[in-house]
């Protein structure tokens, strides 16, 4: 239900984008660390060809934990995750999305998010080349 209720609003949005002219996507998304490589795998297969990754710190609903070190015990508010960040034709954006739930879901609480926002310009600075030329 939630899945199709994502879908509904990325249609949407895509056909606002349409209006503007935005034909290329930023998807980032928030995931537990020891995904990583399941993530990049699926991405991957799904022809992706570029991304970014950065180790973050954060909390949502998973509110850190607690850990033991020398018998005291210390709050860790923020959890260590990881970005990844994805920049696709919009055509490709659903595929990407669904390889990301696939790969990165164990169903507990701090599995991370996925946020997708519209690119207006891209530019290869090597060729100079802008646009969908530019992934």
């Known amino acids: 239900m939630i899945h199709a209720l994502a879908a509904a609003v990325r249609n949407i949005n895509t056909a606002m984008a349409d ?28 022809g992706i060809k570029g991304l970014t990754i950065t180790e973050v710190r954060g909390y949502g609903r998973q509110k850190g934990h607690t850990e033991t070190y020398r018998g005291s015990e210390y709050r860790i508010e923020f959890v260590p995750k990881m970005k990844i960040e994805v920049v696709v034709e919009k055509d490709k954006v659903d595929r990407v999305v669904d390889a990301i739930l696939r790969s990165a879901k164990t169903g507990q609480v701090g599995d991370g998010k996925i946020f997708i926002s519209d690119v207006e310009e891209v530019i290869r600075i090597r060729t100079e080349e802008s646009g969908k030329e530019a992934l």
């Open 19 to 46: 209006r503007k002219g935005i034909y290329v996507k930023r998807i980032v998304a928030i995931i537990r660390p020891f995904k990583l490589d399941e993530v990049k795998e699926a991405l991957v297969e799904e």
